[in-house]
């Protein structure tokens, strides 16, 4: 009985990890091109992610979306996949989705089934690692695409960051509520079932 509840635990673990790098890969869909650095929600998901699973299992989702792509899938925006997504000019914010994921994870913790969704600490700590998650993005996307394309720190930060700044504070307040509800549901398919008397 006790090797059955931790198969099922795991692969109910695995699920919730392959539902969340879909999620992930389905904000491809959703891309407004305003130049180099389209406008995607991936973004916010890869946040989410870590912001509802943790550190650990969030990193791991967004891990699993990009071996996803690398190998060829066309899961990143645009539709693109292939590993000259990963290494060319706005390769580096895919990186930065990982780091993202890891941060706000680790910050927010592991969601537990019996947390209070909407408890105001609960929420602040979320709005902060949600902004430290985007930080997280823009780093290594705005140093790769500096690397490779040979502009200025502020070309680049108006090319990379500027025009994005208020479509991710609208993120924010998405992700915070959504974030905080999806956190107990995630708990009872990521904690291990408790082990029954034989």
Not at 1 to 10: F, L, P, S
Not at 30 to 57: D, S
Request: with cysteine; hydrophobic share 55%; proline share 8%.
């Amino acid at each position: 009985m006790k090797e059955q509840n931790t198969k099922t635990g795991t692969h109910m673990q695995a699920a919730v990890l392959a539902v969340f790098a879909a999620l992930i890969a389905a904000g491809c869909f959703i891309a407004v091109p305003i130049g180099p650095v389209p406008i995607v929600l991936q973004n916010m998901l890869a946040i989410l992610a870590g912001c509802v699973l943790g550190g650990a299992q969030g990193a791991a989702a967004v891990g699993l979306f990009l071996v996803a792509g690398c190998i060829g899938l066309p899961v990143f925006s645009g539709g693109r996949g292939g590993i000259a997504a990963v290494t060319g000019p706005t390769g580096g914010f895919l990186v930065g989705y990982f780091f993202a994921a890891l941060i706000a994870g680790s910050v927010v913790g592991k969601p537990l089934a019996d947390e209070k969704p909407f408890e105001k600490k609960r929420l602040l700590t979320i709005a902060a690692v949600g902004l430290a998650g985007f930080a997280a993005v823009y780093v290594p996307g705005t140093y790769q695409y500096m690397r490779l394309t040979g502009s200025s720190p502020a070309a680049a930060f108006s090319a990379c960051v500027l025009p994005f700044l208020p479509g991710d504070a609208v993120k924010l307040l998405i992700l915070v509520p959504a974030a905080a509800r999806l956190r107990p549901v995630a708990a009872r398919y990521l904690i291990p079932p408790k082990q029954k008397q034989a």
